[in-house]
Each structure stands twice: as structure tokens, then as C-alpha cells.
């Protein structure tokens, strides 16, 4: 995915910090500073070590739906 992420320390998801330049996450519009919520069908991912598991079983390619907040709101 290309992310640099780190746990929210309020416990409400996963806060994008940066992105690999033309990494998949940037070619997908994640923004940087947005607060990731959830992996979408799959429970307990909104922590970093349950975006972490999802993120490893993952190949190049492979779709992923996550639920992001940006900075400004849902």
C-alpha cells in the first residue's frame, strides 16, 4: 500500500502520516493525515496491528476497502 501509519492515541482508528511517492495508497487518493476507521468487512482492523494483519496478507495489486475520516470530518 505504500502508508506510514500510527495509532490514534484516542483509540478511534489508524492516522495515515505519509505515503510513498506513486504508491498505491497515493494513486488511491488516501490523504495524508486521514484517520483510518476500518478495513471494510473485516472486524477488529481499527488499530494499527489489525490494519497491519490485513495489510500482510495482501499482494501488489489487490483491492483493499477502508474506511477513511480526513482531517475535516467522515
Known amino acids: 500500500m505504500g502508508m506510514t501509519l500510527e495509532e490514534d492515541m484516542r483509540g478511534e482508528g489508524v492516522q ?11 494513486s488511491a487518493g488516501v ?10 468487512g473485516v472486524p477488529g482492523t481499527a488499530n494499527l496491528d489489525g490494519i497491519k494483519r490485513v495489510l ?3 499482494r501488489a495489486g489487490d483491492y483493499i476497502d477502508l474506511t477513511i ?3 475535516m470530518g467522515p
Open 56 to 58: 500482510s496478507r495482501k
Open 31 to 40: 490523504p495524508i493525515g486521514g484517520m483510518i476507521t476500518r478495513v471494510v
Open 69 to 71: 475520516r480526513d482531517r
Open 16 to 26: 495515515v502520516m505519509g505515503l510513498a511517492p506513486g504508491g498505491a495508497a497515493e
